[in-house]
């Protein structure tokens, strides 16, 4: 069981370290490419960030056979990126916390829940979306509506640039104890180098890290549910919890929640990704139905961040009733489904 301790925390470990390595280098790609920070933090660095799940569902699925640790770690990185909200309330400078943030957000986690909705119907009703192959209908449907989800940000932003070029600039002023990372010689090609590599290095401890949950989740007798959905999933959304908090304490408020609430449209859609190499038959057909608190879980944070983000102007306090309410639940469900593992 030591082996497998200290395989898991060096998996961990390099997954932290280069997943934060990518976001740095992602955000010095998008400032020599031109590409917006907004949409940096929704597309881009939710996708670099996601990366972890992707490959450790992959990897937990079909080279592991342990389907119960792909779907936790997925809908647990999900729960913990809506807990990264509240702790980023609760931690980041208050001047970069109570700022108005961009209602694109909105649309994000809005298509966030009618995701969640849809694997919550697939859970209870298997043949709902039916069934191509070994793979799922509501993987096709999950794939969709991520699709749909980017393009209506992308023109929502675009329809809004004009509106909020005019305004006058009054955000929160960036943290002078918190520096940007310096420009990296080279320009793009060093970059791009840079990042392929860190890409390289998190690929491989993600293909790694289920072998030694899945001794673990046996040997503590947590079951692979509570694994996947706790001690997988805090792991491999680490990389969200550093980059977004150091988004906030440079003044790029946006940026940490087009991250967090992106990188569930991403983690959604990383689920139907391992659907389809899991060849046994859909993926969720597979998975204990304990997941279910889980989701639902997932939902009822997303919902209470959602309010939070249009009352966020009006705080008084980091004790906010969206911070505390996202603790409570997310501490709820811990209880919940370790009772149910």
């Known amino acids: 069981m030591l082996t497998d301790i200290l395989g898991f925390l060096v998996c961990a470990a390099v997954i932290i370290y280069s997943g934060t390595k990518l976001s740095v280098y992602g955000d010095q790609l998008a400032s020599l490419t031109g590409l917006s920070r907004a949409w940096l933090g929704l597309v881009l660095m939710a996708s670099v960030t996601s990366m972890p799940e992707l490959l450790t569902g992959y990897s937990a699925a079909s080279l592991v056979g342990a389907p119960d640790l792909a779907v936790g770690n997925v809908l647990g990185s999900c729960l913990f990126n809506i807990l990264i909200i509240a702790l980023v309330d609760l931690l980041a400078p208050r001047r970069a916390v109570a700022a108005p943030a961009s209602r694109e957000h909105l649309v994000t986690a809005a298509f966030g829940v009618l995701m969640l909705g849809v694997v919550g119907v697939a859970f209870l009703q298997p043949a709902a979306f039916g069934q191509v192959g070994w793979l799922g209908g509501y993987s096709l449907a999950l794939t969709g509506l991520y ?195």
Request: some cysteine.
């Open 147 to 341: 699709l749909v989800a980017m393009y209506t940000v992308f023109r929502y932003g675009q329809q809004m640039a004009p509106a909020l070029s005019a305004a006058p600039a009054d955000g929160p002023a960036p943290d002078e104890s918190i520096t940007a990372p310096a420009p990296v010689g080279g320009g793009l090609r060093t970059v791009l180098g840079r990042f392929g590599l860190h890409a390289l290095v998190v690929m491989g401890s993600a293909l790694a890290l289920p072998y030694f949950s899945e001794h673990l989740a046996a040997a503590s007798g947590l079951g692979q549910s509570f694994f996947g959905t706790f001690a997988l999933a805090l792991t491999t959304s680490l990389p969200e919890l550093v980059v977004s908090l150091a988004a906030v304490r440079l003044g790029s408020l946006d940026m940490a929640l087009g991250n967090l609430l992106g990188s569930n449209l991403c983690n959604l859609f990383v689920l139907a990704a391992v659907d389809a190499t899991y060849t046994p038959g859909p993926l969720l057909a597979h998975a204990n139905a304990s997941h279910l608190l889980t989701l639902l879980g997932a939902i009822v944070v997303t919902a209470i961040s959602l309010v939070g983000l249009v009352t966020r102007p009006t705080r008084t306090s980091r004790w906010a009733p969206d911070t505390v309410g996202i603790v409570v639940v997310y501490g709820l469900m811990a209880v919940l489904l370790y009772q149910n593992r």
